[in-house]
């Protein structure tokens, strides 16, 4: 597609629930990154894939937090057990490859969760 | 440990002003890259500029210019004659070293631009 597309774009669960957050990337970008971002706060790294493995996880608060890229296209964030905290707005980013210096990001829009 | 500060949290202007917005980082590698986005309303990350820690070059592009001093670890954005348009949360970010891939980012500074 034209940019990375994010859904759903709003979710509200009630505490204790699964969800799952899902991100497509442009086409042909082979590095997809996972951000969260809190109120007021500037976004935090979640985990980093390049094609379908997750090269760096080392932003993952806890292990109720859990991303696939099965096909080294689509992404899912996956959230067990879900607490008020995880409330957040989860921004979905795609490179080339390697972003940073070399080849910059596309973020989505991303996914506000609300969790009730 | 990379740290980017953007001091100012909230600045308001009345349409047409210049305004310059502040981010100050702290790295310990000797490469490493500068980002600013923009935030609108809608969520989505708009992306500005990127410079490289090899490039002290500052920059303008239209109304916007960008202003990198390594001596004092800045990365400071100017916006001239703002507009209505400009209102958006504007963020820096750091990424360095190996894991340059993984931006650190500031607070993000919230510009009104009042008509």
């Known amino acids: 597609g034209a940019g990375v597309s994010q859904t759903p774009s709003n979710k509200v669960t009630e505490k204790g629930k699964y969800v799952e957050l899902r991100c497509d990337p442009i086409?042909?970008?082979?590095?997809l990154y996972w951000y969260r971002q809190s109120l007021g706060q500037g976004p935090e790294f979640l985990i980093y894939?390049?094609?379908?493995?997750?090269?760096?996880d080392s932003g993952l608060p806890n292990d109720r937090f859990f991303a696939v890229r099965p096909e080294g296209s689509v992404s899912t964030l996956k959230i067990q057990r879900t607490e008020r905290g995880d409330s957040a707005v989860y921004l979905c980013?795609?490179?080339?490859?390697?972003?940073?210096?070399?080849?910059?990001?596309?973020f989505g829009s991303g996914t506000r969760l609300t969790v009730v | 440990a990379q740290k980017v500060t953007q001091a100012q949290t909230e600045i308001s202007v009345v349409e047409k002003e210049d305004v310059t917005l502040d981010c100050v980082y702290e790295?310990?590698?000797?490469?490493?890259?500068l980002f600013w986005y923009k935030q609108p309303p809608s969520g989505e990350l708009v992306f500005l500029i990127r410079?490289?820690?090899?490039?002290?070059q500052n920059e303008i592009s239209g109304r916007y210019s960008w202003n990198f001093q390594k001596s004092t670890s800045s990365f400071n954005f100017t916006i001239t004659a703002s507009q209505v348009v400009d209102s958006a949360v504007y963020f820096c970010?750091?990424?360095?070293?190996?894991?340059?891939?993984?931006?650190?980012f500031g607070k993000g500074t919230k510009l009104s631009v009042i008509p």
């Open positions: 894939f390049q094609g379908t493995g997750a090269a760096d």
């Open positions: 970010a750091l990424g360095s070293g190996a894991g340059s891939y993984q931006l650190t």
């Open positions: 086409s042909g970008h082979t590095a």
């Open positions: 980013a795609s490179s080339l490859g390697e972003g940073g210096g070399t080849y910059g990001y596309t």
């Open positions: 410079r490289n820690s090899f490039d002290e």
């Open positions: 790295t310990r590698d000797t490469t490493y890259y």
